[in-house]
């Protein structure tokens, strides 16, 4: 494979496939981005004669008939990641299905290797970092659909010749993350002049600004190894509540915060870390932004956006 590739990315809008097609772009490569028919996360996306973009619903990938080419397929979308849809059963079920279309549509399209986007709920509830040998026991049915897509994904790459790596991507956090997010609530929250509801926030975490992750993905499809599955983190981790004060003090460091007025949430997932060992040997990745640098810029781009919004109204 040349130095310069052609990538196709499903979910292309999405606060990962912002970072993954931006940064495939700064270093050259061309981007196939496959949205959704009028969504407006279209607008997002870097402008750039080496981008194009194909309008297709997650569940319609078996019906692209454009013989369309690329060198590596980045599949990162994925119906219902939130609330009750990450246990509707039958949408996740789905899932898995629209999975192995968008593995299909990698093969018409020429490429050479698939690289999925899994994540950290396919390990369920966790004590120690999460590596290879870590036992898999999803508790949701996003987290088991996640799983079992990977696993059936490799075994259709496998059988159709096409260079196979999954990876399961934990707490990221960045500029266009989705509102519900613990981040973004906190962030929105204190720049508005409020003060958050928090837990104790003794949860052990580790948070990974959406660049990263782009960095992470990138260096899979280039230089992964086919079948291997690879933990996407930072390998580092610290008590919630130090990154929380973090964000404080990145918007106003006068800010109260009161820790313990929330209760935690039944069966609150108490710790996450990834160990990326096999990430930075195989691939050389190994984390560029810290979590105040990322935060930093992260707050920027939200006090803008709410700047614009009540300039608006």
Known sequence: MSDTVRIAITGATCMTGIALTKLALDEGHEVIAIVRPGSAGTADLPVSKKLKTAECNISDYDRIKDADKCDMFFHLAWDKTAGAGRDDVYTQLNNIEYTLDAVRLAKSWGASAFVGAGSQAEYGLMDRKACNDTPTNPTSGYGIAKY??????????????VKFCWSRIFSSYGEHDREYTLIMYLIRTM?????????KCGQTWDYIYTGDVARALLAIGLRGIDGRTYQIGTGECRPLKGYVTDIRDAIDPNIELKFGVKEYYPHQQMFLCADIGDLTKDTGFVPACSFKEGIARTVSFVRDQMSRRSRSD
């Open 148 to 161: 079992a897509a990977g696993k059936m994904a490799a075994i259709l790459c496998g059988q159709l010749g």
């Open 191 to 199: 720049l508005a002049g409020n003060i958050p509801e928090l837990t």
